[in-house]
């Protein structure tokens, strides 16, 4: 095994908004509190020890046990769980959709992110305690994008017909998939606890929360990890304060709306606000809350209440309204002891909105931290790398222009005519001071002809190296083939593969050496030869 890092702006992956953010540009900067080193941790630590309750504490660690209850919890997780009650001890925490066995390879790196830094934090801060959560996106509803996953570039997809909280849907459906998918998997060494893992997840559990809990547990228990499913009535008892407060006074809208402004001068805006920005969750639906006049509605359905009567809804049962995904951060933040949420590139763009929202609600803002990415590459890709002269920088290149610098590199010829469109601006700079002492107009001509001949070795350049890369067919074909081979699509393969791509050829060794090899605090991307 053998680990490289490039910058993640070099992969040409990553928005102008994460590359800000990572150089900690002036323009980014009132958009985020702390930064994420060791410095900035040490005054998260103390702000969140400030503002988090025993009471928050024992609240939350009974509903983790609760939802523990019917799980084989490992002695690391347990042992997180209990020390959540004590005033050292914080959390890091990732988010993901409950994701078809995962979904895309991005599910392993963030919780294993979030891993890894406990580990480094608790070696700097010995005297705290720190626990990795997966925040498990149970009240999400969109289905159509956690029901399938990627095997060996075919799709493995679930067909359901089902609404509300995903979380909640039955499994009903997934024997099939299940067959499907041991077909495809064969009856390799490492195919086999493939298989018990989905069929122990999905056949044995009855909902879609409990199913991505079993194989999160499977996966990381021994690291302790803690997953947390927030569609929980205690811990929205905890947020109900701050469910009164939207209905109330739309309290997320406007301060969203003022940072949205500010923000947009320089970045896209990843989420708009809604005027409320809470969903009401029935046994079989989510839907939005909506102010109509005096009346709040919950739309598609024929619910409607008062003021008062919405607040009443609100008191009695919190557990039925649901944050969407701008306020989901501040509930998380508001029933955890969290320092640090662990996000993709377009989840930190909207959490860049909120930083205003978390004042006005007087809880703190986390830090963010952009979490580890990875290209694994085998030892016979390297080598054909290595082959192709083809270096790790090079190969996050856009195809076209990969192909057009090692083709020029290899073709034996000067491929630009560089020299020649010095030389013809030269000639035309003499013919210009002839035309200046001749009519006017004459200038114009020039200056056209200038173009049309300087266009015209453009051209020629273009056809020469077309004609190049037909010569050399044999060269682009490897370098097509290599390269979309690891980036699918023309995308980071963490986008696209499943683990079990990876897990069928080395198994949990693959799990092994991510853990190994993943450095948070690095802020860089990974390339990790097996």
């Not at 009132?30 to 020890?49: A, I």
């Not at 002891?337 to 763009?349: D, F, H, S, T, V």
Request: proline letters at 3%; one cysteine or more; charged letters at 25%.
């Amino acid at each position: 095994m053998k680990v490289t890092h490039i910058p993640f702006q070099k992969t040409g992956f990553f928005s102008k908004t994460m590359a800000d953010y990572l150089e900690q540009k002036d323009a980014i900067r009132p958009f985020y509190h702390n930064v994420p080193n060791l410095d900035g941790f040490q005054q998260q630590l103390k702000e969140k020890q400030a503002s988090f309750s025993t009471t928050s504490r024992t609240l939350l660690v009974g509903a983790l046990r609760k939802q523990y209850k019917k799980v084989s919890v490992s002695e690391e997780t347990q042992r997180n769980i209990d020390l959540l009650l004590k005033e050292n001890t914080f959390t890091i925490t990732t988010g993901h959709q409950l994701n078809l066995f995962t979904g895309p390879l991005y599910f392993l790196y963030k919780i294993i992110s979030a891993i890894n830094l406990c580990e480094e934090l608790q070696a700097k801060f010995p005297k705290q305690h720190f626990v990795p959560v997966y925040w498990m996106a149970t009240e999400d509803h969109d289905f159509d994008e956690i029901n399938y996953f990627y095997f060996q570039g075919k799709k493995i997809q679930w067909n359901k017909a089902d609404g509300g909280a995903v979380g909640r849907f039955s499994t009903d459906g997934l024997q099939a998939v299940f067959e499907a998918f041991s077909e495809q998997l064969g009856a390799t060494k490492n195919a086999t606890p493939l298989k018990e893992l989905f069929e122990k997840a999905y056949l044995q559990h009855s909902d879609l929360a409990n199913a991505t809990r079993c194989i999160a547990n499977a996966l990381f228990s021994n690291y302790g990890l803690v997953i947390v499913d927030g569609d929980d009535s205690a811990l929205k008892q905890e947020f109900s304060p701050f469910i009164k407060e939207e209905l109330l006074n739309k309290t997320s809208f406007q301060a969203v709306s003022e940072t949205v402004a500010a923000l947009r001068k320089e970045y896209e805006i990843q989420v708009n606000p809604r005027e409320i920005n809470l969903f009401y969750l029935g046994d079989d639906f989510r839907e939005r809350i909506i102010k109509e006049g005096d009346n709040y509605i919950v739309n598609n359905t024929e619910i409607s209440w008062s003021l008062d009567e919405v607040l009443e809804e609100a008191a009695s049962f919190p557990e039925k309204f649901s944050p969407n995904v701008l306020m989901r951060p501040l509930y998380q933040e508001v029933v955890l002891p969290n320092l640090c949420y662990i996000g993709g590139g377009g989840e930190l763009a909207y959490w860049l909105e909120l930083k205003t929202y978390f004042k006005k609600a007087d809880i703190p803002f986390p830090i963010l931290l952009l979490r580890n990415s990875v290209q694994v590459i085998s030892k016979n890709q390297q080598k054909k790398l290595n082959n192709l002269t083809i270096s790790v920088e090079e190969l996050f290149l856009k195809q076209q222009d990969l192909l057009a610098k090692k083709v020029i590199e290899n073709a034996g010829i000067s491929m630009g005519f560089s020299t020649q469109k010095k030389q013809l601006i030269a000639q035309f700079k003499t013919l210009k001071t002839v035309a200046e002492k001749t009519d006017g107009s004459f200038i114009g001509a020039v200056n056209a002809q200038e173009k049309k001949q300087l266009n015209g070795l453009d051209t020629l350049e273009k056809r020469l190296l077309r004609a190049e890369k037909r010569r050399q067919k044999e060269l682009v074909a490897r370098i097509v083939a290599l390269q979309n081979q690891l980036l699918p699509n023309q995308s980071l393969e963490e986008r696209q593969r499943n683990f079990s791509d990876y897990y069928l050829e080395y198994g949990n060794a693959f799990i092994e050496a991510l853990k190994v090899s993943l450095k948070p605090l690095q802020l860089e991307f990974t390339i990790l030869e097996m």
